[in-house]
């Protein structure tokens, strides 16, 4: 059974920094891309940032390039989102999703069950 | 990126169908996939490349593509299927997911 179990949200106040972590499980991690999408209160879903299976490639939403940086442990099966210059707007459900299976496609197939980051003075 | 645009809510009678829209300018050119998201809960992926169905998602989800328009519907639409849907697509190194639809089953 897959398991992607988020951690590491808190209340940090603006400006501050952050560090997520998403432990996997039931799958081979080294074999597939990972991603964390967030959802502010309220409102929709926001990719936020990708890491190819290797850990080689990164990609990043515009918003927040240059101060979010996504990172893997193959050897933990471990997914992190090291957050910092944090603004009010970052806040959010943050949910690690593992990239769906179907060759040539991209979804995602799992999701974990989210981790809130509150950004606040 | 690119904006993907679907109405905010749609409401249908338990039995009916309901058919939620996503539009964008690149959409004719990637694949759409489509989540439900349940209050309190995860998303959950119920079409991906454009009308494939995951195992466990029911039949009476499905899903289609014209164009720049991608389409959910949902045939016999039952109590349980209210919840939040979202559009996606990917360019081979972002996502966009779409602004959501509300369901409500009246």
């Known amino acids: 059974e897959v398991q992607l179990l988020e951690s590491g949200g808190d209340l940090v106040q603006p400006g501050g920094s952050l560090r997520l972590s998403c432990a996997a499980s039931?799958?081979?991690?080294?074999?597939?891309?990972m991603s964390w999408v967030r959802q502010a209160p309220g409102k929709g879903l926001e990719w936020v940032s990708s890491?190819?299976?290797?850990?080689?490639?990164?990609f990043y939403a515009d918003s927040v390039r240059g101060r979010f940086t996504i990172s893997r442990d193959n050897s933990k099966n471990t997914l992190y989102l090291q957050m910092s210059s944090l603004r009010v707007d970052d806040a959010a459900i943050y949910y690690c999703?593992?990239?769906?299976?179907?060759?040539?496609?991209?979804?995602?197939?799992?999701w974990g069950q989210g981790t809130l980051v509150t950004v606040s003075s | 990126s690119y904006e993907l645009t679907q109405p905010p809510s749609v409401s249908v009678s338990p039995g009916q169908t309901a058919s939620i829209t996503c539009s964008g300018d690149?959409?004719?050119?990637?694949?759409a996939y489509w989540y439900q998201q349940k209050p309190g809960q995860s998303p959950v992926v119920v079409i991906y490349q454009n009308n494939k169905r995951p195992s466990g998602v029911p039949e009476r989800f499905s899903g289609s593509k014209s164009g720049n328009t991608a389409t959910l519907t949902i045939s016999g639409t039952q109590a349980m299927d209210e919840a939040d849907y979202y559009c996606?697509?990917?360019?081979?190194?972002?996502?966009?997911f779409g602004t959501g639809t509300k369901v409500t089953v009246l």
């Open positions: 999703a593992k990239k769906g299976t179907t060759e040539g496609s991209g979804y995602f197939d799992y």
């Open positions: 039931g799958f081979t991690f080294t074999s597939y891309a």
């Open positions: 890491i190819s299976n290797s850990g080689f490639s990164t």
């Open positions: 996606q697509a990917w360019d081979s190194s972002t996502y966009v």
């Open positions: 690149k959409l004719g050119d990637e694949y």
